[in-house]
């Protein structure tokens, strides 16, 4: 063999080898994105199973003081016909599950007013129960909403970083997740008032 058959040979080789680590690569990349996306659609469907825990608790919560409420009562009806039958939580858009978000909280804190009013409801061990599962079900909410920011995060730091957003822009994923926002009053200072 000749010295330029094998470098020709060599050239040859290294350009193969530069071709197979771009397409492996181009391959990996498509593959995280594609999987960061069904991390994220995971993290919404949680969301959406403690919104709806959430909300299902609440109102047997209200149930247990609907004697007591009848404004909070009001309120949660109102809620409920925000929530659509035929429209699961799971159908809601993100900012339409804020908004329910929103309300749940508003339902919340009426009835934390009730109890303010009839400290008897506080000896009552179904209203004691169902309260002590709706607080575990706000921290799973929260844990949920941190779960999805988390995966939104880390996909959009990907998404628009070279050289992956490159690949991100050709496979589809030309913009970036959208966070799960807090509600615009608990953004505010809290005042105290004695």
């Known amino acids: 063999m000749s010295d330029g058959l094998i470098i020709a040979l060599v050239i040859i080789a290294i350009v193969v080898i530069i071709i197979i680590s771009i397409v492996a690569w181009w391959i990996s990349t498509s593959n995280w994105f594609?999987?960061?996306?069904?991390?994220?659609?995971e993290a919404n469907s949680g969301i959406d199973v403690a919104l709806t825990k959430r909300f299902d608790l609440l109102t047997k919560l209200l149930a247990t003081v609907k004697g007591y409420a009848k404004h909070e009562s009001e309120t949660l009806e109102k809620v409920i016909a925000m929530r659509n039958p035929n429209q699961g939580i799971s159908n809601l858009s993100l900012e339409e599950k804020s908004q329910l978000n929103t309300s749940l909280n508003q339902v919340q804190r009426g009835i934390n007013v009730v109890l303010e009013q009839y400290p008897q409801l506080k000896a009552d061990s179904q209203f004691s129960t169902l309260q002590a599962r709706t607080s575990d079900c706000e921290e799973?909410?929260?844990?949920?909403?941190?779960?999805?920011?988390?995966?939104v995060s880390t996909f959009n730091q990907r998404r628009v970083t070279f050289p992956s957003s490159f690949v991100a822009n050709r496979i589809g994923f030309s913009e970036n997740k959208d966070f799960f926002r807090a509600d615009e009053e608990k953004r505010e200072d809290v005042k105290f008032e004695f």
């Open 34 to 41: 594609r999987r960061a996306a069904v991390k994220i659609d």
């Open 140 to 151: 799973q909410l929260q844990a949920a909403r941190r779960v999805y920011n988390q995966n």
